[in-house]
Nanobody, 127 residues
Framework: QVQLAESGGGVVQAGGSLRLSCAAS????????AGWFRQAPGKERQFVAA????????SYVDSVKGRFTISRDNAKNTVYLQMNNLKPDDTAVYSC????????????????????WGQGTQVTVSS
C-alpha cells in the first residue's frame, strides 16, 4: 500500500508561484507513473499534469502549459508541481496520484487510471 502526502499549497496573488510536493511511502517509487489533478468548488476533478515513471515523458492540460512543470526525484520518493504565473482560475484542491506500470515512458491522464491518491492541498489565487 502506498501513502501519499501533499504539501506546499497556500494563498498567493495572481502572477505568483507555488511549488507543490507529493511524498510517497514505500521503496519502489520509480515503478509508479505520477499525476496531478485539481478540483475547484462545484466542479469535477480535472487532470493537470502527468509524468512517466522514468524517461521524463510529461503531459499537461492546455490551460497550464507554459506555466506549470511536473517533475520527480525518485531518490526522494517525491513528485513536484511547480506553478508559475498563477491565475484565479487555478484555485482548487490539488491532489497527486500514482499508478504502478511496467512501462518507462507511459503517462496517464485520466483519474480512473490511478491507484493511489493523496488527500490534497488547497491552492487559492487571489486577484
Amino acid at each position: 500500500q502506498v501513502q501519499l502526502a501533499e504539501s506546499g499549497g497556500g494563498v498567493v496573488q495572481a502572477g505568483g508561484s507555488l511549488r507543490l510536493s507529493c511524498a510517497a511511502s514505500g521503496r519502489t517509487f520509480s515503478m509508479y507513473a505520477a499525476g496531478w489533478f485539481r478540483q475547484a468548488p462545484g466542479k469535477e476533478r480535472q487532470f493537470v499534469a502527468a509524468m512517466s515513471r522514468i524517461g521524463g515523458m510529461t503531459s499537461y492540460v492546455d490551460s497550464v502549459k507554459g506555466r506549470f512543470t511536473i517533475s520527480r526525484d525518485n531518490a526522494k520518493n517525491t513528485v513536484y508541481l511547480q506553478m508559475n504565473n498563477l491565475k484565479p482560475d487555478d484555485t482548487a484542491v490539488y491532489s497527486c496520484a500514482l499508478r504502478s506500470t511496467g512501462y518507462n515512458t507511459d503517462i496517464y491522464t485520466t483519474q480512473n487510471e490511478y491507484f493511489y491518491w493523496g488527500q490534497g492541498t488547497q491552492v487559492t489565487v487571489s486577484s
